[in-house]
């Protein structure tokens, strides 16, 4: 559910498992309602026919009400040759090592996991236990046990519970004295975690701590648990080893080729080093695209460049206040440039403090003819609820055509930690910057005709008193 009146913004991305293809896909739209039944708004069906992948795309809901834009991409999940499917994986895929074991079981179909969690289809069920969650009363349901988290089920009392613990968040599980008095198992999460899903109990010092019992067998169950502790620690230290066995490669590697090559230039060597890169691309979707009256060049020194007033003026129209703005320095680790905004900006929203501390990271790069330009951006705001959780990412893909550019903005919200309002995080955060990049962009063009103006004017003068 979002709330928007006539523009929803979802930005989710949904997974489905099939045998073969042709298959069709419907997408329903509905009116939510608190207190009535939700009214079907309009839906539509998409036929895949194989393996391909589509652009954004809109497509026309059947009731004529709307439209709906949706990327549709179709692969091969569990390839057959164990090299084809490291491909699909990929080389920096945390689940690499564990999917090579369990790729083959999870042809069988989709589990528990994926119907009622909705967990990628990477995740089956190791164990599977019937117990009761201790809150007021005891909430018998099914606990399922999987490589990554732990979970758990209940439907009793018409009131439907799921709670959803990754394993990186549990710190400590202790079961009672007596195994046949009251059996149970109580696990503690790490300071700071929580948002499981159900609400919680605390302990003294502050540690969530869920407590489960009515266990058929609860030693054989804390042994699971401890078992599938000590897995996926295992499989993270794994991880490490791959990764510091492959940066030292790359290393000895760098290290022969400038043995054997002395001549190349540090700019050179920059440029054929593996970049980072700055921002999550895959969260970025298409906002606007607008000209801009002047070259690339002139955008970035009259703009961004380490004299311009332009930031200054901007967020003082805005009565933002604490602007810090850092010089741009080279970056090694993405190429270009980059440099730190701080400043603190106002709140318009009633869940929000009045004002909010910001720091926005800067990334420029060119084009080695400078007519390409590439500015990105992440802006993190601290004070708002759940700030911590996300951050706005946006590029301007800036190109010269003659004595102007033309200017293509992409906006995307990039979850750092799972929120069960990230769908309405998404779609608030990515309507309210794209407002603020539209305002960013006019006030650059007025700023840049204004500056220009300023100059021709300075040298008409000039001429004029030249004898």
Not at 85 to 112: C, D, N, V, W, Y
Not at 251 to 262: A, R, Y
Not at 452 to 458: A, L, R, Y
């Amino acid at each position: 559910m979002v709330p928007s009146p006539r523009n929803p913004l979802w930005g989710e991305e949904f997974n489905f498992l099939v045998d073969q293809l042709p298959v069709e896909v419907t997408i329903t739209i509905y009116d939510w309602d608190t207190a009535c039944k939700c009214k079907v708004i309009g839906s539509v069906t998409i036929a895949v026919l194989s393996e391909d992948e589509t652009g954004a795309s809109w497509y026309e809901l059947d009731s004529k009400f709307g439209q709906i834009c949706l990327r549709l991409r179709s692969t091969k999940a569990f390839p057959d040759s164990d090299s084809s499917f490291e491909e699909f994986t990929g080389a920096e895929s945390p689940r690499k090592m564990i999917l090579k074991k369990q790729h083959r079981e999870m042809i069988e179909g989709i589990g528990p996991l994926q119907t009622i969690y909705k967990l990628p289809h990477d995740e089956i069920v190791h164990q599977s236990y019937s117990c009761a969650l201790e809150r007021c009363l005891l909430y018998h349901g099914r606990m399922y046990i999987s490589q990554w988290h732990l979970c758990f089920r209940s439907n009793v009392f018409s009131k439907q519970l799921n709670v959803i613990i990754p394993l990186q968040d549990i710190d400590e599980i202790k079961r009672s004295q007596h195994s046949l008095i009251n059996p149970a198992i109580t696990i503690f999460l790490n300071a700071g975690a929580g948002g499981h899903g159900t609400p919680r109990s605390c302990s003294q010092n502050g540690r969530i701590r869920y407590t489960f019992a009515s266990f058929w067998s609860r030693n054989r169950t804390f042994r699971a648990l401890e078992t599938a502790l000590q897995s996926y620690e295992a499989t993270l230290e794994a991880e490490k080893q791959v990764r510091a066995h492959v940066l030292l490669q790359n290393e000895s590697n760098s290290v022969l080729g400038s043995k054997t090559d002395s001549i190349k230039t540090p700019e050179k060597n920059i440029e054929k080093s593996t970049l980072q890169p700055f921002i999550n691309e895959h969260v970025l979707a298409d906002v606007t695209s607008k000209f801009f009256p002047g070259t690339t060049e002139k955008f970035f020194s009259t703009i961004l460049g380490d004299n311009s007033m332009f930031f200054q003026q901007y967020r003082d129209a805005r009565k933002d206040t604490d602007l810090k703005l850092s010089k741009w320095c080279a970056s090694e680790e993405y190429g270009g440039r980059v440099r730190e905004v701080t400043f603190r900006s106002q709140c318009h929203s009633p869940l929000c403090p009045p004002d909010t501390a910001v720091t926005e990271w800067q990334h420029a790069s060119f084009s080695k003819d400078k007519r390409n330009l590439i500015y990105e951006t992440k802006h993190q705001a601290h004070d708002v609820p759940f700030g911590s959780y996300f951050e706005i990412h946006c590029r301007w893909s800036l190109t010269t055509s003659s004595s102007t550019c033309q200017i293509n903005i992409k906006i995307g919200v990039n979850m750092k930690k799972w929120c069960i309002l990230q769908s309405r995080i998404k779609s608030g955060a990515t309507d309210e910057y794209r407002r603020e990049v539209c305002k960013i962009l006019e006030a650059a063009c007025d700023y840049f005709l204004k500056s220009e103006s300023n100059i021709h004017d300075s040298d008409e003068i000039v001429m004029a008193s030249s004898p």
